[in-house]
Structures are given as structure tokens and as C-alpha cells.
């Protein structure tokens, strides 16, 4: 099993910059993918970013030139920085864990959730 804890959300002025973190632990062969999902009141989870194990990573249109996913190891970043109010909402990480060599079947895995909040 794998258990995500994230760190790092908060309130912070629009134009403000926060360091979101994501530590998988637990019993796994590998990781292959970890995301950051983010929830607005009143609306459904959405993807923000991804990165693979080998590094390759993605953003969404409405985040990128501010938001940088990275890696490390079995620890995924989201630092964002000229934040909006639109960016409000709970940030969720994901990842899509291998349990064990002998197999390819990858489970999937979801943190609690940090709360990040942008206003003045």
C-alpha cells in the first residue's frame, strides 16, 4: 500500500507563491506517476500537473508559466508562484503505484488533501 502526505498549502495574497509537497511511503516496487489534482467549491477535481517517473511533466493550460510540477525520488512539488483567486481550492496529489516487480498491474492512490487559499 502507499500513503501520501502533502504539505505546504495555505493563505496567501493573489501574486503570492506557495511550495506544495507530496511523500508516497509505504510498500511499493515504483511509482510510475504522480499528479496534483485541485477541487474549487462548487466544482468537480480537476488536473493540474503531472510527472512521470522518468521526469517527463505536464500542466494545464490555465497554470502554466507559473506552476512548476518536479520530482524527486518518490516526493512530487507543485511550487506555484503569481497565484490567483482563481487558483483557490484543495489540492490533492495522486499516484499511480506498482506494488510489486513480478507484476505491471499499477493501483491508484490519493492524499487528503491541502486547502490553498488566494485572497487579500
Known amino acids: 500500500q502507499v500513503q501520501l502526505a502533502e504539505s505546504g498549502g495555505g493563505l496567501v495574497q493573489p501574486g503570492g507563491s506557495l511550495r506544495l509537497s507530496c511523500a508516497a511511503s509505504?510498500?511499493?516496487?515504483?511509482?510510475?506517476?504522480m499528479q496534483w489534482y485541485r477541487q474549487a467549491p462548487g466544482k468537480q477535481r480537476e488536473l493540474v500537473a503531472s510527472?512521470?517517473?522518468?521526469?517527463t511533466t505536464f500542466a494545464v493550460d490555465s497554470v502554466k508559466g507559473r506552476f512548476l510540477i518536479s520530482r524527486d525520488s518518490n516526493t512530487a512539488y507543485l511550487q506555484m508562484n503569481s497565484l490567483k483567486p482563481e487558483d483557490t481550492g484543495v489540492y490533492y496529489c495522486?499516484?499511480?503505484?506498482?506494488?510489486?516487480?513480478?507484476?505491471?498491474?499499477?493501483?491508484?492512490?490519493w492524499g487528503q488533501g491541502t486547502q490553498v487559499t488566494v485572497s487579500s
Open positions: 495522486f499516484a499511480a503505484a506498482r506494488l510489486q516487480e513480478s507484476t505491471f498491474l499499477v493501483h491508484d492512490y
Open positions: 509505504g510498500r511499493f516496487f515504483s511509482i510510475n506517476v
Open positions: 510527472v512521470t517517473s522518468g521526469g
